[in-house]
T-cell receptor, first 112, second 117 residues
Framework: QQQVKQSPQSLIVQKGGISIINCAYENTAFDYFPWYQQFPGKGPALLIAIRPDVSEKKEGRFTISFNKSAKQFSLHIMDSQPGDSATYFCAPRMDSSYKLIFGSGTRLLVRP | GAVVSQHPSRVICKSGTSVKIECRSLDFQATTMFWYRQFPKQSLMLMATSNEGSKATYEQGVEKDKFLINHASLTLSTLTVTSAHPEDSSFYIC?????????????FGPGTRLTVL
């Protein structure tokens, strides 16, 4: 049972452009919606996260948009930089067990 | 910030041997630690949840006798891959959740690359 669907699988953006990654989920027991960034050979690092009582959260160049009724949330990276080139995962959390359910990942390449 | 370390960062072993991987929370106490496995170009798959002082809870399809988890203190969890085989070669990552009031964030370690020859 695939609980989390992430898209696109890969994304190429020019420097200065906007990168948008989407995540759709099925389980209503998720109560916390983080995005993680992972560089090759490293562990994931928390980028930004949102709770379901908020529709949008912005931290610097990174914004999460959350649509509870549609069961979707997205990551927007403004003014994308080559240093943002990495793999991004949505990983909503189960409210009872604190487990993170990882999406399939999006490989972002920002061209100079 | 909260720091999680893993040791070793990479290990190469012969088929049939056992390998132990340590996960430590360096500057906080971790109520719960999680162990993930990641194959190349794939997502992280949760293997088990480890709570200090109790038995680990394994995800469906993960052999608990093969992947032994011990969470002896609030800052240390270990994963032992017993009788390792080439198909166990993977990137193993742990994460830790802070002890205390309900904490949202899991802090991830840098991962351990296991290669079984």
């Amino acid at each position: 049972q695939q609980q989390v669907k992430q898209s696109p699988q890969s994304l190429i953006v020019q420097k200065g452009g906007i990168s948008i990654i989407n995540c759709a989920y099925e389980n209503t027991a998720f109560d916390y919606f983080p995005w993680y960034q992972q560089f090759p050979g490293k562990g994931p690092a928390l980028l930004i996260a949102i709770r379901p009582d908020v529709s949008e959260k912005k931290e610097g160049r990174f914004t999460i948009s959350f649509n509870k009724s549609a069961k979707q949330f997205s990551l927007h990276i403004m003014d994308s930089q080559p240093g943002d080139s990495a793999t991004y995962f949505c990983a909503p959390r189960m409210d009872s067990s604190y487990k993170l359910i990882f999406g399939s990942g999006t490989r972002l390449l920002v061209r100079p | 910030g909260a720091v999680v370390s893993q040791h070793p960062s990479r290990v190469i072993c012969k088929s049939g041997t056992s390998v132990k991987i340590e996960c430590r929370s360096l500057d906080f106490q971790a109520t719960t630690m999680f162990w993930y496995r990641q194959f190349p170009k794939q997502s992280l798959m949760l293997m088990a949840t480890s709570n200090e002082g109790s038995k680990a809870t394994y995800e469906q399809g993960v052999e608990k006798d093969k992947f032994l988890i011990n969470h002896a203190s609030l800052t240390l969890s270990t994963l032992t891959v017993t009788s390792a085989h080439p198909e166990d070669s993977s990137f193993y990552i742990c994460s830790a959740r802070k002890h205390g009031r309900a904490s949202d964030t899991q802090y991830f370690g840098p991962g351990t690359r296991l290669t079984v020859l």
